[in-house]
């Protein structure tokens, strides 16, 4: 005979069992021992079927309370004993934190000054309609110099140190090409105004000394159409500079030159408070009116179609604008000065997000 | 071009500051470069009157003077054997900087004797290497003493240097440079000196011919000469010496000292013979191959046909237009001289200059073309000048040929200044402008005509003039206009290849890699050494045998840069470039490539050493996964590529590859570099290298911004593992390929995750690992088919690739 206090007795013990487990394994124990084929409890629920059908109803549910207690009981304690095992596992898994990573490769790899300024150049000529467009770097004489104006014995050779070849069996000479001039004469050439494009890409010059070195880069803006003038022209550079120095306003002071391949022709000066350092005049580009002579030499009508030129050197402008000291390091592949210099892999320039920001 | 404010002012008449000059001139394109003021740093030195010298009591060389320096008497102790009782000099007080010793004086006694200042010698003003003595003054400076010396002798002239464009021959004088600055109002331009009594009663005794053959008769067309018997060639005056002093040259002798004043008052270069060293008659022709003279320079030099020489009967005297003979030259004997006032062809004397090497201020003038207009006056002012240093009788003017036609006269519209530069500027103020830079403007209203100067060869058409009125008017004064927007919104403007550049400069940057820039040409042997080395891509005048030769490919100059980093200590490092490179000298011989370089441990994912784990080195499967992953961010599927064993022979040649599409496209080439390589260039290996031929790969395909629907298969896909033994010769490429082809629409993957090779397979064999993937699409699969195609897999390879499924 088993009484509600004989339950009740083996709900305690349990339940103190229960506690008592100090580990998964024990727990499982105590619940074979009371739940298992042979466990007390199951033993009670075996009884059942042989008790008078008066007395099973009330002690059919006092055991099954009993079971559902001992089992919640041992629910909790398997979570608590779980939440112990757990914990004491991470406390052996303590790591030092303060151990280095590896530098990821977007920490390593870096882009080249000249390469991040004629990505800033192209982002802000593009939002003004300018297409780029490229050329060789071996050009002829004829594009080089005499489409440009410059025949042969013109003093104004002299002052472009030409890298030459040998003479071809012809006596004809190719050439290094000594600025980014020869692109406008390709594109006129190939394309009916209008005209607007720039020209980026390697130069070279016979020179070699503390501010030149022998190969470095131009851009070159060309513009033609029917109506482009001098005014477009200003209007275009202050535009450029503008927004290629970050800043609200620039002060330019535009003075009268020479070149055989624009008239009117001009050379800008930059004041230089827009790279913060007021006071002074840096020269930064040369340009002018494309020549009557150049756009006839490319089988255009120059009473009808008028433009513009520019071109400014893109090492220069990079310099100027990161404040890099000498022309000769942007050639040198110096590791220590690339990794100083140089743009991390996503500093890609945009109007919407800045160019240098 | 130099000149001073003073001989400026001798044609300008001007009150403007020397500050205004220079922004004027600049703005108007004659570039000031300087302005120097020789009188500064003469500043605090004065003209002095030593009362009295007398020996130093301690010292037999020196003397102490008592000095008057205006403002009361000081003690001087001097050194100098010539200071003496009564004479002038100049005197600087304690405290001021001497140039030539840059020192500064402070009072110390000299051998017991107190100096309160010193005498100066010319070495020490920097006037001249003098140092025999200090300055001794003429008598008549007695009545300037206690001024300031520089002021004195006028010294304090500041002196201007232009950059001058080559378009602008009338600027190699002063009065054209005055003639600029009339007309941008700064000043009036003063009338031409009045040159009279110059012409002779007797006929010129040296005949002057000009002997040209038909098509060359442009080389010389005009030789006018003078012949002045009875000169006394000496110095020249001082103010011509000064002046020449101050502009940099080295006065020689009255006579040559006019022909360079002359050249540089008027951008009129000239020529003095000393007539009897001549003999026969005086002519222009071309020269002969293989004549020689010696050159006022000092040198030996040869003509040849091309060139335009002087000579007499004898002999070549020099270069026409370019330099002078010294044998025919004036010195301070010559008694009688011919005076030449010749034109030069532009071309044909920029042709002898380049060929010949040759600087001269003669050369710099006719290459650039003197004033036609301007012989015989230039003879006559030539004449004036000589007549005055030297004295002398002048012969008749003796004048070969005519002067070349300069009479250009352009219609012009004054429209076109508005047209061209945008600016609306008044008719009267355009037409003053083009008047007071010499033009004739004749008509009225619209068109009118416009006859250029004799001194202007570089106007030629109406954009000439507007420029003249601009630049006159101010470049600064043209107002800005916007250009005109095409589109509210910028399209975009890049071509493929020009994006493609682009990203693969982020791409390979994200990859670790540093970018660099490396010069086109390099040595011929190292370009000899990746393909290149031609005569054609040879440069003619390269700056050094190491930038000779227009590189072949940009692993050279990469190498190279390599090994300096590592000079410096930098081992594990990972560079590149994108750029040119040429096959031949044609421009569709330039190609694109992106190249990079991995050294040491300079891996994309780990490099170096780290606690985690150190990197190995660098080996051809990082040139490998830099060159996939830069395809991919290109649009270009690798796995689409075949791969192929001929690398160039500057690759290892079992440690490189290709990716190729079809027989003739190349896009790629990766490898480790070969050891011989390596070091030739005298860097450490081992290197892995690779280029890519951005222009070489195929256009993307343009499609619709919007992407195919999605295909995401529900079902779980399956991985069964196959490990197969293989000759070692057997690539994983033809297992893989056989593998994945046993059913194409049920495998969608093939990964390789196991290489091994060991004695326990025998000799020669390897065995690989894979694991395929099946991508159920509309049931679960059954294991009767998941048998199926694992023995489809099996019985493919071993097809293929003679492989056995290992047991």
Redesign the interface.
């Known amino acids: 005979m088993t009484s509600n206090a004989d339950i009740s007795a083996l709900e305690n013990a349990l339940v103190s069992e229960i506690g008592a487990a100090d580990d998964l394994a024990g727990l499982e124990r105590v619940r074979i021992a009371a739940l298992g084929k042979k466990g007390s409890i199951s033993d009670l629920m075996a009884r059942l079927g042989s008790m008078p059908p008066e007395e099973r109803r009330a002690f059919g549910q006092a055991v099954n309370g009993l079971k559902q207690r001992v089992g919640d009981a041992m629910e909790a304690r398997k979570a608590e004993l779980e939440r112990r095992q757990l914990s004491q596992r991470l406390a052996t898994e303590t790591a030092d934190v303060t151990l280095p990573v590896r530098p990821g490769p977007l920490q390593e790899g870096r882009i080249h000054p000249v390469s991040q300024v004629w990505d800033e150049v192209v982002e802000i000529f593009a939002d003004m309609g300018f297409a780029v467009a490229e050329g060789p770097d071996i050009e002829t004489d004829d594009l080089n110099f005499s489409k440009l104006n410059i025949p042969p014995e013109h003093p104004a050779r002299q002052e472009h140190d030409t890298f030459y070849f040998a003479p071809k069996p012809d006596g004809s000479r190719l050439l290094l090409r000594t600025h980014t001039s020869p692109v406008q004469i390709r594109t006129m050439l190939r394309q009916k105004p209008p005209i607007r494009i720039i020209a980026p890409g390697r130069v070279y010059r016979c020179d070699s000394d503390q501010t030149h070195t022998p190969m470095f880069h131009q851009i070159e803006a060309l513009v033609i159409d029917e109506t482009t003038h001098l005014g477009h022209l200003k209007w275009c550079i202050e535009e450029f500079c503008k927004a290629f120095f970050e800043v609200d306003e620039v002060r330019m002071r535009f003075r009268a030159s020479h070149f055989p391949f624009t008239e009117p022709s001009m050379e800008v000066d930059l004041d230089a408070a827009a790279i913060g350092k007021p006071g002074q005049w840096l020269e930064i580009l040369g340009s002018g009116m494309v020549h009557p002579n150049v756009i006839r030499n490319c089988g255009l009508d120059p009473e009808k179609y008028q433009g513009f030129a520019f071109g400014m050197g893109l090492d220069r402008i990079a310099m100027l604008k990161y404040g890099i000291p000498d022309l000769r390091d942007m050639f040198s592949g110096d590791l220590r000065w690339l990794r100083h210099y140089g743009f991390l892999p996503l500093d890609v320039p945009t109007l919407a997000g800045g160019l240098s920001s | 071009m130099k000149f001073t404010l003073s001989w400026l002012k001798d044609h300008l008449e001007t009150s403007a500051s020397v500050e205004e000059l220079a922004r004027t001139l600049?703005?108007?394109?004659l570039?000031v470069e300087s302005v120097t003021n020789p009188g500064e740093k003469l500043a605090p030195f004065i003209v002095a009157r030593v009362v009295e010298a007398k020996q130093h009591p301690n010292a037999d060389r020196l003397r102490v003077c008592q000095v008057e320096t205006g403002s009361g008497v000081v003690e001087v102790v001097c050194g100098a054997p010539n200071a003496r009782s009564g004479m002038i000099g100049v005197f600087a007080p304690i405290g001021s900087h001497i140039p030539g010793t840059g020192i500064t004086l402070d009072k110390r006694p000299v051998r017991g004797v107190v100096s309160n200042g010193m005498l100066l010698s010319e070495r020490e003003l920097e006037l001249s290497d003098s140092h025999e003595g200090i300055i001794e003054l003429p008598d008549d400076y007695a009545k300037k003493v206690g001024q300031p010396f520089a002021e004195v002798m006028g010294l304090a002239d500041p002196v201007f240097d232009v950059k001058l464009?080559?378009?602008?021959p009338d600027c190699t004088g002063v009065r054209g440079i005055a003639r600029d600055l009339a007309a941008a109002h700064l000043g009036k331009l003063k009338p031409e000196r009045k040159v009279s009594g110059v012409e002779g009663t007797y006929a010129c005794p040296v005949d002057i011919k000009l002997d040209f053959p038909k098509e060359a008769r442009d080389a010389c067309p005009c030789f006018a000469g003078r012949y002045v018997k009875g000169v006394k060639n000496g110095p020249s005056p001082a103010w011509v010496q000064q002046r020449l002093k101050a502009v940099g040259l080295r006065p020689i002798n009255a006579l040559v000292d006019v022909t360079n004043y002359i050249s540089l008052d008027r951008g009129r270069p000239l020529h003095v013979y000393d007539a009897d060293k001549l003999k026969g008659a005086i002519r222009a022709r071309l020269g002969k191959k293989g004549e020689t003279f010696k050159g006022l320079d000092g040198k030996t030099h040869e003509a040849d046909e091309t060139m335009c020489v002087i000579a007499d009967d004898r002999a070549v005297l020099g270069f026409g237009g370019i330099l002078g003979g010294e044998d025919t030259g004036c010195t301070e004997a010559t008694r009688n001289v011919l005076i030449e006032c010749a034109y030069f062809d532009?071309?044909?004397t920029?042709?002898t200059g380049?060929k010949t090497g040759i600087q001269s201020d003669a050369r710099y003038r006719f290459?650039?073309g003197v004033d036609p207009a301007f012989i015989r006056p230039g003879l006559d002012l030539a004449t004036a000048m000589i007549l005055e240093f030297t004295g002398g009788a002048p012969s008749k003017a003796k004048v070969a040929g005519a002067p070349p036609e300069a009479k250009t006269t352009l219609s012009f519209s004054f429209a076109m200044v508005?047209?061209?530069?945008?600016?609306r500027l008044k008719e009267p103020q355009m037409r003053s402008t083009l008047e007071a830079l010499g033009f004739q403007v004749s008509g009225k209203g619209g068109e009118v005509k416009v006859a250029v100067p004799s001194w202007r060869p570089?106007i030629h058409?109406?954009?000439?003039l507007?420029?003249e009125i601009?630049?006159i008017a101010g470049?600064?004064t043209?107002?800005?206009?916007?250009?005109p927007?095409?589109?509210g919104v910028?399209?975009?403007?890049?071509?493929q290849t020009?994006r493609r550049v682009?990203r693969a400069?982020?791409a390979?940057?994200?990859?670790?890699?540093?970018?660099?820039?490396?010069?086109?040409?390099i040595s011929r042997a190292a370009a000899g050494a990746f393909g290149g080395g031609g005569?054609?891509?040879?440069?003619?005048?390269?700056?050094s045998a190491d930038?000779s030769s227009?590189r072949p490919s940009l692993l050279p100059?990469?190498l190279?840069?390599?090994q300096?980093?590592r000079n410096?200590g930098?081992a594990d490092?990972?560079?590149f470039e994108?750029?040119?490179a040429?096959r031949g000298?044609?421009?569709e011989d330039?190609f694109l490539a992106a190249t990079g370089v991995r050294a040491g441990t300079a891996a994309?994912?780990?490099?170096?050493r780290?606690?985690?784990g150190n990197a190995g080195m660098v080996s051809l499967f990082d040139a490998k996964a830099d060159v996939v992953t830069l395809l991919a961010a290109l649009g270009i599927d690798a796995a689409k590529a075949q791969t192929t064993r001929d690398a160039p022979a500057y690759f290892h040649p079992g440690r490189s590859a290709c990716l190729r599409l079809g027989p003739k496209i190349l896009l790629a080439q990766f490898g480790e570099i070969h050891p011989e390589t390596l070091r030739d260039l005298d860097v450490a290996g081992p290197v892995a290298a690779f280029e890519l031929f951005i222009d070489a790969l195929p256009p993307e395909k343009k499609k619709s911004a919007a992407r195919p629907m999605l295909e995401a298969a529900d079902l779980m896909p399956v991985r069964r593992d196959f490990a197969f033994v293989l000759d070692a010769s057997v690539p994983a490429g033809d297992v893989i390929k056989a593998a994945a082809g046993a059913d194409k629409a049920l495998i969608t993957q093939v990964n390789v995750f196991d290489l091994f090779e060991g004695k326990s397979l025998g000799e020669g064999k390897k065995s690989l690992a894979l694991e395929v993937t099946l991508q159920p699409r509309d049931k679960t699969l059954t294991d009767e088919q998941i048998e199926a195609v694992s023995a489809k897999i099996v019985a493919e390879v071993k097809r293929a690739t003679g492989g056995e499924i290992r047991a």
């Not at chain 2, 058409?461 to 000439?464: H, K, L, N, P, T």
């Not at chain 2, 390979?508 to 040409?521: P, Q, Y």
């Not at chain 2, 005569?535 to 700056?543: Q, T, V």
């Open positions: 600049s703005a108007i394109g570039e464009t080559p378009n602008r532009p071309l044909r920029a042709a380049r290459e650039r508005e047209k061209l530069a945008g600016i570089d058409g109406r954009a000439d507007v420029e601009v630049r470049l600064d043209v107002p800005s206009a916007p250009m927007r095409e589109r910028a399209r975009a403007v890049l071509t020009q682009q400069r982020r390979l940057a994200a990859r670790g890699l540093v970018e660099t820039i490396t010069w086109s040409f005569d054609a891509l040879e440069l003619a005048n390269p700056i930038m227009m100059g990469l190279a840069a390599l300096r980093n410096r930098f490092l990972a560079l994108i750029g040119q040429y000298d044609r421009p330039q994309a994912s780990v490099s170096g780290h606690w985690s």
